[in-house]
């Protein structure tokens, strides 16, 4: 009897009752199927049989296309975990490969019951994978074990070669010039016949080799991005197994050692995390202008001769002075006036000094009468005085630097003066994701603040195998 796992997530979705009520091989055979797309309902009397089985080729083929399909959608999740989650499924999908190989004509209900189980463990962990592959918000840690166990558990020949890990699962781009690129493969029984890695159509050297773990140089050339993108870059990696008697007895007569390929993925990342850009908040003093004008003088009342008049200005309020340079006056009315002058002109102030006499006489009634019998001609000085006040005002101001790259692990330093009172510090980042900072705080793959003097505005990209973990 075969148990119901104790796995408490069940993804196989429409059918997680189905498949913990699964006690024997053939309601395994059915989930398996519905999982798969194989199954075909049956009436009442056909329950006890799947339609003339499941093709076992055809059910892991279907696991390979799911995982292809999985390995699509995490092309749009930036992390170690994601990358590494990649590696292992395209790990997983080349050993189902070969396992195809062997079960050509084999129905599902012909397995062993280590490869039916192996089957279902696969089938609920791609599942589960494609729902996380949807949800960023979904942890991979787990996920990227459940895989590594599934890919453990599938059923090898005896020594037959299996490739488990390969490190790293991303690197920085290089330059063309840089030294060779180091990548491990990890596994069992990798040296009973020859390995050879093949980078993006470019040979590797194999560096070191033994029975659980092959490291190769790989041309830096081989992995120089064209574009400033994540690029996924694959590799051929193939490992001779072990021959039986029979294989060494033909190989005498020119028959190949047995051998695996297994399509090694590997993630380039860009040198440059993006582009920035910094707008400085900052309090500016700006001058501010007000033009004004006032009536200066006036027009003598008879019988006073000459008569002299000063009209005072000053500045329209606290703040504000006036500009000397542009003070104009104009005379409207000048009847026995010789002029009008300023004086005492300063920022805080001034005078307009006018003069004007009467013509003619004041002839006054003999006593006892009062009054006069005719008047002089009252003579005026008067016109308009203008001119312009400033006062400087503090306003804020959007100040624009320079836009620049930023690469992994080196910090730009921006000069920031005293009156500066923000900031906003945009990334538009490698994935294509834009981040604001406002706070000198960290995001995820850099951090923003001040040094300690408050002279300089810092924006610090992480190390590369720190941003992504």
Known sequence: MIQCPHDPVTSIRGVSSLHCRARTIREIAIVAALASGFYQPTTNAQASAIDAGIAAGAAIKQLQSSISEIVDQLDDRVSARSFQLRTELVFLQS????????????????????????????????????????????????????????????????????????????????????????????????????????????????????????????????????????????????????????????????AKMPTKTYTLPLVVVPRTLGKYAVTLTQNVDEIESADRKGDWGQTNPHCVGQRRTTANFGPAGPGWVIDTSTIVTSQECGRGSPGHALRNVSQAGFQVESWASNTGNCVSAPWPASGYISYDARGCSAGVVRWTERKSVQVRRQVAIEPGILEWGKSVSIPITSNTVGFLVSVVQLDGTKVDLVTATPSKWFAVKKDGAGTHLIVEPFELEQALR
């Not at 180091?182 to 080799?209: D, E, Y």
């Open 95 to 254: 050993e189902l490969g070969h396992t195809a190989d062997k079960l050509v004509g084999k129905t599902f209900g012909e397995l062993t019951d280590r490869q039916q189980q192996f089957l279902e463990d696969a089938t609920n962990t791609i599942t589960q994978a494609k729902v996380a592959a949807q949800d960023a918000a979904i942890g991979l840690q787990d996920l990227v074990k459940q895989v590594e166990h599934v890919a453990a558990m599938i059923p090898l020949a005896d020594k037959e070669p299996r490739v488990r890990k390969s490190s790293p699962a991303f690197v920085r781009a290089p330059l063309a010039t840089d030294p060779d690129v180091t990548l491990s493969i990890n596994g069992s029984f990798l040296k009973h016949g020859k390995v050879a890695l093949n980078m993006n159509g470019l040979p590797c050297k194999l560096t070191s080799h033994i029975d659980v773990s092959a490291s190769f140089a790989c041309p830096a050339k081989a992995l120089v991005l064209k574009d400033e993108r994540i690029t996924h870059v694959t590799g051929a990696f193939d490992v001779e197994g072990e021959a039986s008697w029979w294989q060494r007895v033909k190989n005498v007569f020119g």
